[in-house]
T-cell receptor, first 113, second 112 residues
Framework: GDSVTQMEGPVTLSEEAFLTINCTYTATGYPSLFWYVQYPGEGLQLLLKATKADDKGSNKGFEATYRKETTSFHLEKGSVQVSDSAVYFCALSENTGGFKTIFGAGTRLFVKA | EAGVAQSPRYKIIEKRQSVAFWCNPISGHATLYWYQQILGQGPKLLIQFQNNGVVDDSQLPKDRFSAERLKGVDSTLKIQPAKLEDSAVYLC??????????FGPGTRLTVT
């Protein structure tokens, strides 16, 4: 069945460092791909999405490119801030008679000042 | 716009007791989801409603879990009887876009 695999955390970076969180997926068809973020004490929020191969989703300085050939959707940010400390979830959604969204296990990011 | 509301925020019960969670989605959102998030894991879909009909409940343990969405607005999720392994955060989400867009703060359930 469909699945999402993320790099294990926690990831600890200094402020202004470059961020990459790896995400790969397995799907039978052509899913849409998503990144969600969960800030401390808050609910999950949709961060960005891409619906087809080679699409780039972007929001709040984060971006991710849908790579069909490597079945990947890595999250990147050029310069992280302390306020980016959160848990990031990669997810896919495929229409199999109804959209079903499957989440990865999440990657915790700590950014130090 | 008001977000997804959930209550209670925390609940502690003993095994074999029953518990109910409530969710009020964003106004006008046709799709409502209940997810279970065990510590260290990603959310797992329990049930998905489209208006007041069930779209997917394939991962709902129907011998102990039940959910309803009367009138296609708010929803309740019930566990009866609870087991230790039901300790988790229960998330409600809503959307009009085919995938969960807005999540509530969750209910943290501890079964002792």
């Amino acid at each position: 069945g469909d699945s999402v695999t993320q790099m294990e955390g926690p990831v600890t970076l200094s402020e202004e460092a470059f961020l990459t969180i790896n995400c790969t997926y397995t799907a039978t068809g052509y899913p849409s791909l998503f990144w969600y973020v969960q800030y401390p004490g808050e609910g999950l929020q949709l961060l960005l999405k891409a619906t087809k191969a080679d699409d780039k989703g972007s929001n709040k300085g984060f971006e991710a490119t849908y790579r069909k050939e490597t079945t990947s959707f890595h999250l990147e940010k050029g310069s992280v801030q302390v306020s980016d400390s959160a848990v990031y979830f990669c997810a896919l959604s495929e229409n199999t008679g109804g959209f079903k969204t499957i989440f990865g296990a999440g990657t915790r990011l700590f950014v130090k000042a | 716009e008001a977000g997804v509301a959930q209550s209670p925020r925390y609940k502690i019960i003993e095994k074999r007791q029953s518990v109910a969670f409530w969710c009020n989605p964003i106004s006008g959102h046709a799709t409502l989801y209940w997810y279970q998030q065990i510590l260290g894991q990603g959310p797992k879909l329990l049930i998905q409603f489209q208006n007041n009909g069930v779209v997917d409940d394939s991962q709902l343990p129907k011998d102990r879990f039940s959910a309803e969405r009367l009138k296609g607005v708010d929803s309740t999720l019930k566990i009866q009887p609870a087991k230790l392994e039901d300790s988790a955060v229960y998330l409600c989400a809503s959307s009009n876009a085919g995938t969960p867009t807005y999540f509530g703060p969750g209910t943290r359930l501890t079964v002792t």
